[in-house]
């Protein structure tokens, strides 16, 4: 799986946005990224999906990414980023058109398979033949996860996915991603704003601070002290009947 040693990245303007990051991924669970905005969540996202150029390691069960082709890369990571512009497109076209713009070659029976199973799996094969900007917000970001999905990746990328969505479809998604986890053994690492979200979901958290890891931690010792820290506020943490619930009590 994924392993990333001393990533370090600056934009053309020079400053310095990653410091030395190191993280591990595993097959199968899910690894929530936490942090401020600005902290350099996305530009870590950006550097494992390729987007930019990075100095350090990013290996991928032991080959550096760097090295890699994007087909090849394509064929382990996938990437749902908070909204898709979809154009005019069906849900069927869209699923097929994220495949092969990765993978660069006529539509083949494989090709059509992948994307009925992951219509399936994901409950949208109703909606194959409708125009995606018509759907409801919840269903376009089914559709972006069976996009990246028909790309049969090994790790799953998403950046705050449900940025856009109401409550209901939130958990919806949530669900969705989780039963991919534990189904497919597909690694996930997301950003997710809600805390309350993102502390119930995880398996394990990555909190940055500034460009860096400040703490690699799991669910049983992700604590208050450590959110505070990561973003300047006064966070409860309290467990009710095995769900943890955060409130916010004002700035640090
Ligand atoms: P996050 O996803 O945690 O909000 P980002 O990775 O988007 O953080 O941003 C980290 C830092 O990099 C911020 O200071 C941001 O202003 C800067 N940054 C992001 N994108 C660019 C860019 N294209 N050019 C220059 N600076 C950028």
Redo the contacts with the bound molecule.
Sequence with gaps: MLKINNLKFA???KKP?LKGINLELEDGKISVVL??????????FKCILGFVKPDGEILFDGDDIANMSRTNRAKLIGYVPQELAFGSLTVYETIMVGRLSHFGTFVSVEDKEVVSRVMDELEIGHLADDIVSNLSGGERQKVAIARALAQDPKLLIFDEPTGNLDIQNEQLIFDVVKKIASERKIAILI?IHNLSFALNFGDRFFL?KDGIIKYTTDKTSINEEKLNDIYGVKAKIYDLDGTKVITVGGIK
């Design positions: 934009y053309n303007n946005v942090g401020k905005n600005g902290a350099g969540k996305t530009t870590l950003a940055m």
